[in-house]
C-alpha cells in the first residue's frame, strides 16, 4: 500500500481528482483509483509516467512511505529534493582500517578513478585499494585521497592528490569552501562549491582558473561531499609577483637610484669645493 498512499498524497498535494490525474496520464479513471487503493498494480511504463508526472524517483514512489514524513522532509519532496542534504539518515560510509583499528585513507588511483561512483561504498572495491596514514590528521574523522585530473583548480596541478574530510551534513557546507565532489554524471571533480541548497537545491562548482566557466549540480546528481584539507603535489608551485608586488619593486628600485645619484652628486660637489 505504500504506492497507494504516495500516489495518494501526491495527487491531493496538486489539488487534483482522479479524474483529472488519469486523464493527464492516459488512464481510466477506475484504473487509476485501483493503483490507489491497492487494487491493482501498476506496469513498468505506468510507473515510469507516475515518477514523471510527480517527479519523483521510482525508488522514492515505491518504497518510501510519505505519511510518515515530517513537514521539512515533505517541503523537501515538493521542491525536488530527495538526497539526504542535512545527513540524518544513515550513510553508508565504508572504510579501511589498520590492525590497532585505526582508520586508513584511502588513495584512489588514477586507473581507478572512473569506476568510484560504483564502488564508493562496496568493501570490495576499496580494499584493493592503497592506504596510508598522517599523524597530524584528526582520528575522529574520515579522510579520502582523490586524483587531480586538467588545470582547472590551479595551484594544485594535474598529478596531485587532494585530502578530504568527509561531510555528512551538506546543508552546513559553507560558501567558497573548496571540495572533492562526486556526482552521478562526472564523477570526481575539484572546486570552489557555493552552496545554494536551500534556494535552487544546487552546488554552484567553480574553478579557480577563470577560463572555466561556473557551472551548476543538483543536489539529486550528488553522491558524496569531501572537504579540501590538503593536498599532495610532485612539484613545486611556480613563484608568481603580482601587478602589485612588482609596480611596489619597481619604484623601490627607482628610489634606491635615486638616492644612489644624489649621494654621487654630492661627493662630486664636495671634492669640487
Known amino acids: 500500500m505504500v504506492l497507494g498512499n504516495n500516489m495518494k498524497l501526491l495527487r491531493k498535494n496538486k489539488k487534483k481528482s482522479q479524474e483529472e490525474v488519469a486523464a493527464d496520464l492516459g488512464l481510466t479513471r477506475s484504473s487509476y483509483s485501483g ?4 487494487i491493482a498494480e501498476p506496469g513498468l511504463d505506468t510507473l515510469v509516467a507516475l515518477g514523471t508526472y510527480y517527479a519523483v524517483p521510482l525508488d522514492q514512489l515505491l518504497t518510501r512511505d510519505f505519511t510518515t514524513l515530517s513537514e521539512l ?5 515538493e521542491t525536488g529534493v530527495f538526497a539526504d542534504v542535512n545527513g540524518k539518515r544513515l550513510r553508508v560510509l565504508t572504510s579501511m582500517v589498520n590492525e590497532h583499528d585505526d582508520e586508513l585513507i584511502e588513495l584512489i588511483p588514477q586507473q581507478a578513478r572512473a569506476g568510484y561512483t560504483v564502488g564508493y561504498s562496496d568493501p570490495d572495491y576499496l580494499k584493493v585499494l592503497p592506504t596510508f596514514s598522517l599523524p597530524f590528521l584528526s582520528k575522529n ?3 579520502r585521497s582523490f586524483p587531480i585530473v586538467g588545470d582547472s583548480m590551479p595551484p594544485v596541478e594535474e ?7 568527509y561531510l555528512q551534513n551538506w546543508a552546513s557546507l559553507r560558501s567558497t569552501t573548496p571540495c572533492i565532489v562526486v556526482t552521478k554524471d562526472d ?7 557555493n552552496n545554494y541548497i536551500s ?3 544546487s552546488f554552484e562548482l567553480c574553478s579557480t582558473n577563470p577560463m572555466y566557466q561556473p557551472y551548476f549540480v543538483h543536489i ?5 561531499v ?8 610532485p612539484t613545486l608551485p611556480e613563484m608568481r609577483i603580482d601587478d602589485h608586488q612588482l609596480s611596489k619593486s619597481i619604484q623601490d628600485l627607482q628610489r634606491e637610484v635615486l638616492d644612489l645619484k644624489r649621494t654621487i652628486t654630492g661627493e662630486s660637489n664636495t671634492s669640487r669645493n
Open 35 to 38: 493503483y490507489e487503493n491497492g
Open 141 to 143: 574523522r574520515k579522510y
Open 73 to 77: 522532509e515533505w517541503q523537501s519532496i
Open 226 to 233: 569531501w572537504k579540501f584539507v590538503n593536498y599532495i603535489s
Open 159 to 165: 598529478g596531485s592528490y587532494v585530502i578530504g574530510e
Open 220 to 224: 539529486n546528481d550528488v553522491l558524496e
Open 199 to 201: 534556494t535552487q537545491q
Open 187 to 193: 564523477g570526481i571533480v575539484f572546486k570552489i562549491v
